[in-house]
Nanobody, 124 residues
Framework: EEQLVESGGGLEQPGGSLRLSCAAS????????MNWVRQAPGEGFELVSIIASGGDSTYYADSVKGRFTISRNNAKNTLYLQLNNLKTEDTARYYCGRGKIMGRGTSLSDFYYWGQGTQVTVSS
């Protein structure tokens, strides 16, 4: 069974940092692009970042560029998102996604989302 399990969220003050993890199982992790998306209260899903299957290419939304870093460890089947210099507008539930087609994925709809997400709350 294919699974994605997000963790690492929490309550942090503005300017703080968090590291999110996404543990993958049930598929060949290294063959797929992965991403992070988020959903703020009352809002739609926002694509945050994408990383290629080999980790050699990344994409960031303008809203997080320079503050967030996506990475992956294919040996551990784990995806990460380092969140630095957090802002109140980063408050959202964060989900990881797996590309629908091996080696491809550039938009939010190109990915499957199976996990429950992890809540990030930024507040003073």
């Amino acid at each position: 069974e294919e699974q994605l399990v997000e963790s690492g969220g929490g309550l942090e003050q503005p300017g703080g940092s968090l590291r999110l993890s996404c543990a993958a199982s049930g598929f060949t992790f290294s063959s797929y692009h992965m991403n992070w998306v988020r959903q703020a209260p009352g809002e739609g899903f926002e694509l945050v970042s994408i990383i290629a299957s080999g980790g050699d290419s990344t994409y960031y939304a303008d809203s997080v560029k320079g503050r967030f870093t996506i990475s992956r460890n294919n040996a551990k089947n784990t995806l990460y998102l380092q969140l630095n210099n957090l802002k109140t507008e980063d408050t959202a539930r964060y989900y990881c996604g797996r590309g629908k087609i091996m080696g491809r994925g550039t938009s939010l709809s190109d990915f499957y989302y199976w996990g429950q997400g992890t809540q990030v709350t930024v507040s003073s």
